[in-house]
């Protein structure tokens, strides 16, 4: 395995539309692994290829007890109930904003064998689904932040709460 550079804002690759992933080979298996080492290094709960500069559909999300790498997903479902938190991006480093996603999402997509699966994400889960994969058509969570918060406001949010860390998508620092 090997850590990747990963791309960020400014660089014309993260408004790119992703294509497709279609070939289920070594090379697949070789990018995803290499996506894993280089988000936990990044200390990241999701990452996009897009990130890494591939221009493929596939994300790897940190779950809590698992990586799970997701081949060409598509969000099937989504819940009414929505969340309002702070997210941040390993692409736009020290900056966090608040944004509403759905509660409950269920992701459909291929492992890296090409088998499809579906999986139910909740809470920090479901907004870095949502993130994960606005990523693969070239958007950033900036472009859905209600505001973006200052630095004044990070350092009272980390103080005050003990949650904060898990709030955090992407960056758990
Ligand atoms: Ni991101």
């Not at 889960?125 to 209600?146: K, N, P």
Request: glycine share 6%; with cysteine; net charge negative.
């Amino acid at each position: 395995m090997a850590l990747r550079n990963i791309v960020t804002v400014g660089d014309p690759i993260l408004t790119k539309k992703c294509r497709p992933v279609v070939k289920f080979d070594d090379r697949l298996a070789q990018l995803i692994d290499d996506m894993k080492e280089t988000m936990q290094n990044a200390n990241g709960v999701g990452l996009a290829a897009p990130q890494v500069g591939v221009l493929r559909r596939l994300v790897v999300v940190d779950v809590g007890d698992e990586i799970v790498e997701l081949v060409n997903p598509e969000i099937v479902s989504m819940s009414e109930e929505m969340q309002t938190g702070v997210e941040g991006c390993l692409s736009l480093p020290g900056e966090y904003g608040v944004v509403t996603r759905p509660m409950y999402v269920t992701v459909r997509a291929q492992d890296r064998n090409g088998d499809w699966y579906e999986y139910d994400g909740e809470e920090l889960v479901a907004r870095c689904f949502c993130h994960e994969i606005d990523h693969l058509d070239g958007h950033m969570y900036t472009e859905i932040a209600e505001r973006m918060l200052t630095p004044e406001e990070l350092e009272k949010l980390a103080a005050e709460s003990d949650d904060y860390e898990v709030e955090i998508e992407e960056d758990k620092k």
